[in-house]
């Protein structure tokens, strides 16, 4: 089981950058590492998704070192709205019945003016 | 259209009452999700529909019954729930029920169930 380990909660400022790291020491070896966001009274939504060394889109990075067993979301210059919960999610719902499909924790993340 | 839609928002029903929540997706994804999540917790999956066929039940009491009716509509039927099955209900659809081949998840706003 891909367990999900991520700091609970992180404060920033605006216009910093922000790295959330998960840690998925028993990743497996066709897990894809994925990212949510998700705000209050809202569904998740998806924020990127990578299965080795770096990823970038318009809104973040992802970065995976050689083992895998950590992954690092990056979001650049963060704003007030990026205040919400973010979260890990390790493995593939073939894998094991959807049984190692499962979110991390999730890091409540605060920007501040 | 990517959105997923869900009704009701908000349900209260009691223990011996029978409801349904609704999802609906018009963004021909052909895997489609419930999930339960609780306050200040993540989601739990509880099932999969891939091609409109249950692919995996996490075990979920019988109490909850999830139904595909077509390829853009999702349905849970419920009955006979108790207090503790309060929490969010949250609707999601993916291209692909593998990860590598476009599982990214699209969710709806969710539906608030009370049970008294």
């Known amino acids: 089981l891909a367990k999900t380990t991520q700091p609970i909660s992180m404060d920033s400022y605006e216009g910093q950058e922000v790295n959330i790291t998960c840690s998925h020491n028993n990743i497996a070896t066709n897990d894809y590492i994925t990212w949510y966001q998700q705000f209050p009274s809202q569904g998740p939504r998806f924020i990127i998704q990578g299965y080795k060394t770096k990823v970038t889109n318009e809104v973040a990075s992802l970065f995976i070192p050689a083992d895998r067993k950590s992954s690092t979301l990056s979001l650049p210059r963060v704003s007030l709205s990026d205040t919400a919960v973010y979260y890990c999610?390790?493995?593939?719902?073939?894998?094991?019945?959807?049984?190692?499909?499962?979110f991390g924790p999730g890091t409540r993340l605060s920007v501040l003016p | 259209d990517t959105e997923v839609t869900q009704t009701p928002k908000h349900l209260v029903m009691g223990m011996t009452n029978k409801k349904s929540l609704k999802c609906e997706q018009h963004?021909?994804?052909?895997?489609m999700y419930w999930y339960k999540q609780k306050a200040k917790k993540p989601p739990e999956l509880m099932f999969v529909y891939s091609y409109e066929k249950l692919s995996i039940n996490e075990s979920v009491p019988s109490r909850f019954s999830p139904e595909c009716p077509n390829s853009s509509l999702l349905n849970l039927h419920l009955h006979a729930l108790q207090p503790e099955d309060s929490a969010l209900y949250l609707c999601?659809?993916?291209?692909?029920?593998?990860?590598?081949?476009?599982?990214?998840?699209?969710f709806g706003p969710g539906t608030r169930l009370t049970v008294t």
């Open positions: 999610l390790v493995g593939d719902i073939e894998d094991n019945y959807g049984q190692n499909f499962v």
């Open positions: 999601a659809s993916s291209q692909d029920i593998r990860v590598a081949s476009g599982g990214e998840q699209y």
């Open positions: 963004m021909g994804h052909r895997a």
